[in-house]
């Protein structure tokens, strides 16, 4: 049985890797025609991945064949589906990848076929927009085709583990495609659960994101009470914490593609039905997470002031800009932020991360600073002076 994987970005290729590891045909389909050409010759495009290198060397090319045509997919019964959903300044969903994949897969849809979306969108989205693109464009009703939602569960870096091991997602547009799509997952997926709707499925994704932004945000407010109050948090947290207690971990703030976006999918669309009371403490977690760098940034000068010379001779480094540690991205970092805000503050700051060259830090317009030049070094995960 052939399955299309559609978007071979990091969390695509990893999944691609591994349905081609349970002795399936995948057809991986990718805009990205110089991603597709590596991946057909064996090399993989995401090396921090763990154990991609191996899967891609096997079968890259092979049982994994990547293809920028759509058309090349066409005798696949089954679609998944795993592109970005883009979000605007003002948090709102941008469909356009979304619609622009499924409009082209529903060119190639047949009697029978199964197409299932795995990136995370607000909910409902799988039932209304996602049906309606591929019923246009096949002539076929829901029925005829099958649709569900099994939202990526994964995290870069370890994506092959969690696939593995970590509970995964569910739910049909209607009861058959739920029941089809189970089936399908559980030949590659050990640990599958199957949920009633495809609503359903969206939303656990969802305030999973939601449930980890409000608990960091407590984190965050406890860590300042804390301190306030010359209270070591740690020792705190670590006897706070039991089985009905679990205080997250503080930091500079949230990011990353996922916790720091998916609360607005909730906020937005409950603002819209002017629930705004369903909300608050969402929006408001948002407000303290994002705040975080405005704390931190004051606690370093205040470190820095401490030093008997003109705060403008002072050379502070941050130890760490990625927006989590190991993981080699940017997106919405907080500690990348907070970087900014003192540079902006005219001061000597300068940002130090192993999984970054001096020449990358610079192209970021941020200097280079080795720790042993500085006079205060902030690690930015472990929210440590040194
Ligand atoms: N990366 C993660 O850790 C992670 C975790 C959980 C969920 N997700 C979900 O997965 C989605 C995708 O994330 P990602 O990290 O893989 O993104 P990514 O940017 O790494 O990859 C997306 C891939 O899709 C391709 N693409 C774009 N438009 C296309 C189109 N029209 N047709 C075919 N291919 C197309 C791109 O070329 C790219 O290779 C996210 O929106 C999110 O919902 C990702």
Known sequence: MNIAVVGLGNAGLPLASVIADCGFEVIGVDIDMERCERINRGINPIPEEAGLDDLIERYGGKSLRATPRYEDAKGCKSFIVIVPLLIDEGHNPDFNILEEA????????????????????????????????????????????????????IMTGYSISRLREFPKIVGGADEESGRLAFDLYRKFIPNLQRVTSSRVAEFVKIVEGCYRDVNIALANEILKISEELNIDFNEAREYANHDYCHIHLPSTGVGGHCIPVYPWFLINEMEKREKFGFVELQRCSRKINDEMVGYWAERIVLKALKIDRPLSQIKICLRGITYRKGVKELYHSRNLALARVLARKGLQVGVYDELFSEEEIESLSLRFMDPEDADVVFDCFELRFS
């Open 102 to 153: 499924f409009r082209s897969i529903g060119k190639i849809l047949k009697k029978g076929d199964l197409v299932v979306l795995e990136t995370t969108v607000p909910p409902t989205t799988t039932e209304t927009m996602i049906r309606g693109w591929l019923e246009e464009e096949s002539g076929l009703q829901l029925g005829d085709f099958y649709l569900a939602h099994s939202p990526e569960r």
